[in-house]
C-alpha cells in the first residue's frame, strides 16, 4: 500500500510539473503591420518585426508565428534559447519570407544545446546580404531539431551575391528530420563557376543521434545538394530528387553509416557541371577527408538518370552495398577509384551507358574499376547497350583480385567490348557471366588479347562456365529484363543479372 502511496504521488509531481509547464507556454504572432509595443499573444496582437521577436525572453514550450504573406528583412531569426520551440507559419497565402537578399534569415546559435526545436513553412530565399561563405540558415549545437518545409531561391531578388549555401547543420545531435524542402539556386546568377562551394543542404559533424533527410527537391546549385562532412551518427537520405549539381548531387565525405536509397538523381543536358572548389564530381561521390575514411554506406533502389559525369564514385572508402539501382544513360555509371575496399556492386541495371575517355585514351566504361583494395565483388547486374555509345561495358584497369561474377552483359555498339582489362595488378576473379555482342564478334580484350565469339573455350580457361550467347531478354524495348526460359544464363537454376524489369520506377522523371 505505501509503494502504491509514494507512485501517486511521484504521479501526481510529474503532472503537475507538466501542467505548470503547459501552463506557462504560449503562442506568439508576428506580421507585418504588427506594433512591437504589443503583446503578440494574437492575430491582433502580433507583433511587427524580428527584432522584437529576438528581444523577447520565451519560455520552454512556445510557439513563434509567422504570418503568410509577409515579408521581413530587418534582421534574421535568432536562437530561442529556449527547449521545446517551434518557428512556424500562420494564416494563409504564401509562406513567410525572412528576405535573404537584404539579411540573413535563420542564426540558431548559442553557446549551450537547446532541446527540441521545430522550423517550418517559411521562406529563405534570396542571397545578396552578405559576400562572403554563408549560409542563408546556420543552426548549431541543438538536440533533437526538425526542419520541415523551408523554401530557398538563391536568385529571387539578388542581383549581384556570389552565392550561398541554403542551410548548414553543424554539431546537432539526437534525432535530426529535414523534409519538404524546396532549394534551389544556390550559387551565382548564371552558370556554375568554379572555387566557390555552396550547398544546398549541408550537415556538418553529426556523430551521435540519427538524421533523415527525405522527401526534399534541391536543384542548380554551385557544388552540392546534399553536403555530409563528418557526420558518424546513423543517417538515411531518401525520396529525394536531387539534380543538377555543380559538383555532386550527394557528396558524403569522411561520413560513415549512410543508406541512400530510393532517389532521383540526375543533370539536365543543358547544365554544365562546372562548380565547386573540386572537380565536377558525379552524382553521388563517396570519399575520404584527410584521415577519415567512408564507411558503411548502403546505396539502393536509386535511379540515376542522364548525366554527363558519373552515377556513383569511390574513393578511400570501404564496406559499401550498391543494389537495386537504375543507371540510364549515364557516362560512366559507377568509377571505383583508389583505396576503395569491401565493395559490393550487385544486383543494379545498367542502360545505354555513354562513353568516358580515361587519361591513357581508354573508355573507361559503364563500370570501371581502378585500383581499388580486396573486396571489390560485381555480381548479378545486367548492363545492356543498345545505343549508348560506352566501349567497354566493364573496364578494369589495376585489378586486386577482383570479382566478376554472374553477371549479364549485352553490347551493340559496333567495335565495342563487354570488359577489357589492361593486366595490371593481381587478375580478377571472373566466372559464370554472359557475354553478348549483337554487333560484332568481339567481345572481350583480356591482357591485350581480344576473344571473340568463336572463342568461348578458350576465354574459359580464364572464366570459368563464361557463356558467349544471347542472354534472351523478354523485352528489353520496354525495359523488361528478365529472360526467358530458355537462357544460358543459370547457375542451377537460378539465374544470373538482375533477374526483373527496370528496378526503381521514377517517382517524378519529368525534367525540371
Known amino acids: 500500500m505505501r509503494t502504491h502511496l509514494w507512485f501517486l504521488s511521484f504521479s501526481l509531481v510529474i503532472f503537475t510539473f507538466s501542467s505548470l509547464r503547459d501552463g506557462l507556454s504560449a503562442t506568439y504572432y508576428v506580421k507585418n503591420g504588427g506594433h512591437d509595443t504589443a503583446t503578440g499573444l494574437s ?67 548559442q553557446s549551450h544545446t537547446i532541446q527540441n526545436l521545430i522550423i517550418r513553412d517559411i521562406d529563405i530565399s534570396g542571397m545578396d546580404w552578405k559576400k562572403d561563405k554563408a549560409s542563408n540558415a546556420v543552426i548549431e549545437r541543438v538536440h533533437n531539431l526538425a526542419l520541415h518545409s523551408l ?22 545531435s539526437g534525432n535530426i528530420t529535414i523534409k519538404n524542402c524546396q532549394l534551389s539556386n544556390f550559387g551565382p546568377i548564371g552558370l556554375p563557376v568554379m572555387g566557390r562551394d555552396f550547398m544546398g543542404l549541408a550537415l556538418i559533424g553529426i556523430e551521435s543521434g540519427s538524421y533523415e533527410i527525405r522527401d526534399n527537391t534541391i536543384h542548380d546549385g554551385n557544388a552540392d545538394c546534399i553536403h555530409l562532412y563528418h557526420c558518424s551518427a546513423t543517417g538515411s537520405v531518401f525520396n529525394n530528387i536531387l539534380f543538377n549539381a555543380g559538383e555532386n548531387c ?62 556513383l564514385i569511390t574513393g578511400n572508402a570501404k564496406n559499401i552495398d550498391v543494389y537495386d539501382n537504375t543507371f540510364d544513360e549515364m557516362m560512366g555509371a559507377i568509377r571505383i577509384g583508389n583505396h576503395t575496399e569491401g565493395i559490393h556492386i550487385h544486383h543494379n541495371l545498367f542502360l545505354n551507358p555513354k562513353s568516358l575517355m580515361h587519361d591513357n585514351g581508354m573508355d573507361v566504361g559503364c563500370i570501371y574499376v581502378n585500383n581499388s583494395r580486396s573486396g571489390t565483388q560485381i555480381y548479378n547486374n545486367t548492363v545492356y547497350n543498345e545505343r549508348g555509345d560506352c566501349l567497354a561495358l566493364l573496364a578494369i584497369g589495376y585489378s586486386n583480385r577482383n570479382k566478376v561474377f554472374r553477371n549479364i552483359f549485352y553490347q551493340s555498339k559496333p567495335n565495342g567490348l563487354c570488359l577489357v582489362y589492361t593486366g595490371h595488378g593481381l587478375d580478377p576473379v571472373i566466372y559464370e557471366n554472359c557475354w553478348f555482342s549483337g554487333a560484332n564478334e568481339k567481345l572481350i580484350k583480356y591482357r591485350g588479347k581480344v576473344y571473340t565469339q568463336a572463342e568461348e573455350n578458350e576465354w574459359n580457361t580464364i572464366a570459368s562456365n563464361d557463356r558467349f550467347a544471347d542472354p534472351l531478354f523478354v523485352d528489353p524495348a520496354n525495359k523488361n529484363f528478365e529472360t526467358k526460359d530458355a537462357t544460358p544464363c543459370k547457375t542451377g537454376g537460378a539465374v544470373w543479372g538482375n533477374t526483373g524489369s527496370a528496378l526503381s520506377p521514377p517517382k517524378n522523371m519529368t525534367i525540371h
Open 43 to 109: 492575430d491582433a496582437e502580433a507583433w511587427q518585426t524580428i527584432q522584437k521577436v529576438n528581444e523577447f525572453a520565451f519560455s520552454d514550450g512556445d510557439v513563434l508565428c509567422l504570418k503568410r504573406g509577409s515579408v521581413f528583412s530587418d534582421t534574421f531569426l535568432n536562437s530561442p534559447q529556449v527547449d521545446h520551440f517551434t518557428f512556424r507559419a500562420y494564416g494563409t497565402g504564401p509562406l513567410p519570407h525572412i528576405d535573404g537578399s537584404k539579411t540573413a534569415s535563420i542564426r540558431i546559435k
Open 151 to 172: 523554401v530557398f531561391d538563391g536568385h529571387r531578388n539578388s542581383v549581384s551575391s556570389e552565392g550561398k549555401t541554403a542551410i548548414t547543420i553543424e554539431n546537432c
Open 250 to 311: 550527394i557528396d558524403i565525405k569522411g561520413s560513415s553509416n549512410v543508406h541512400v536509397y530510393d532517389n532521383e538523381l540526375y543533370r539536365t543536358p543543358d547544365f554544365l557541371a562546372l562548380g565547386g572548389s573540386g572537380s565536377a564530381g558525379g552524382l553521388i561521390v563517396a570519399h575520404a577527408t584527410g584521415e577519415q575514411a567512408c564507411s558503411k554506406l548502403e546505396i539502393n533502389g536509386n535511379v540515376f538518370k542522364t548525366s554527363n559525369t558519373p552515377g
